[in-house]
């Protein structure tokens, strides 16, 4: 069994006008997060963690903000696309853990509707993927409600051969 691990972070800016995506499912809230994507920050963290176990860079070097392309590209996508490169490389998901960093919305209530949308997306069992919500205990720019940040970490096992 050959295995790998690799972390993820992103952040992105909250602003008003735009619905807040993360973690694969719309949340309400009277801001959402700013990017060339949907901005949800969680799913890229994600890739990000999937990408760096493979050695395969990052999300920016995948999908360029500069490509018009990827102008409002549902993060799922960028998922999906992810995994499908993780699969053609013969490896699996062994677990995932998530920090997700907002003050506000409380994000607790959420956690398992994101988590069952991400497994889907992902196609692994929900008791691989743990999600865990912090605030920033009102400090700095994620403590004002002008940021939300993700971290992702990742285990990839592949069998031998
Ligand atoms: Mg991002």
Redesign the pocket.
């Known amino acids: 069994m050959q295995s790998k691990i690799g972390i993820g972070y992103?952040i992105?800016r909250l602003v008003p006008g735009r619905p807040l995506i993360l973690g694969g499912i719309e949340i309400p809230y009277n801001k959402g997060l700013l990017?060339h994507s949907d901005?949800d920050?969680l799913i890229?963290a994600l890739c990000d963690a999937l990408l760096g176990a493979l050695a395969l860079g990052d999300?920016g070097e995948h999908f360029p903000d500069t490509d018009l392309k990827y102008k409002g590209i549902a993060s799922s996508q960028l998922l999906k696309t992810v995994k499908e490169l993780l699969d053609s490389k013969g490896y699996e998901i062994n677990n995932l853990d998530v920090v997700v960093i907002a003050q506000t919305p409380a994000l607790t209530p959420f956690k398992n509707k994101m988590k069952q949308a991400l497994c889907a997306l992902m196609h692994i069992r929900e008791d691989a993927l743990n999600i865990k919500a912090k605030t920033n205990e009102g400090l700095g720019a994620i403590g004002e409600n002008e940021a939300i940040a993700c971290y992702a970490a990742v285990s990839l096992v592949k069998e031998r051969g």
């Open positions: 992103d992105h990017g901005g920050v890229h999300i």
